[in-house]
């Protein structure tokens, strides 16, 4: 599905928190979108999945499929979001309701928009514990989201995210929870989800070097707005913005130190 957001202007307080952003991400393309922290990156995905806090203002367009998302109501936000965007968090355990077993959780999307019942949602969970590479599938949809490990709560939340089928996945910052070895596990992953479903892929992270992981494309946000747009290759070799020059440093201190001695 495609995904098209111009000038888009998000207004908390009354200061411009994004302030004339724009990108576009066609059917089955991957998009990056990275800053440092404060830049509007997690608005700007809050903003097309309808969730922005209270009281902010939203002006621009951002079109899912050619339609206009903004101005509607939450309700038929929801309806137009629904079960075609799938959506995964930094902190999957926070993301996770604590007291309900993690199978539970996976199949919730098929119960409401699909009207799966009980049993064989039960049986889908069990199926996209064992697509997303969790040990036991049987055994660990039972558990409760404290029995796993974060890398394991993440993957639990990357299954809720794609159990319906989602032509657009926003991931943001969904590996920075965790540490690096399993961090590549999780790239991994997404890496092999997208390219099977052909979904359109969203991936928010202040981290070039996990960026060149996953995408070839992508805006570097600062302050709310746009500083440039390019191949993740490009940022790197040559960026253009201090801002981006900032992160490319750090990703090859990043790159040195997992390779280092
Ligand atoms: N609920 C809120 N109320 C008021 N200001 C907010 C709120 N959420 C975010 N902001 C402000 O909006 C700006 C952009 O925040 P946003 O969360 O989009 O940044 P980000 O680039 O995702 O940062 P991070 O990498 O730290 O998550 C920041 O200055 C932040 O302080």
Redesign the pocket.
Known sequence: MSLEIEDLRIE??GRA?VDGVGLSLGDGDRLGLI?E????????ALAVLGLL?RGSTVTGSIRLDGRELVGRGDAELARLRGKRVGMVFQEPATALNPVRRVGAQIGESLRIHYGFSKRQAHERAVRLAERVQLPDPEQIVQRYPHELSGGQRQRVAIAAAIATGPRLIIAD?PTTALDVTVQAGILDLFDEEVAESGAALLFIT?DLAVLARIVTRAVV?TA?QVAETGTVTGLLAAPTHPVTAALAAAAYQTSFVASGP
Do not use: F, I, R
């Open positions: 908390l307080g928190v800053g922290s404060g830049s509007g990156k997690s608005l700007t806090p910052e202040h946000l709310g």
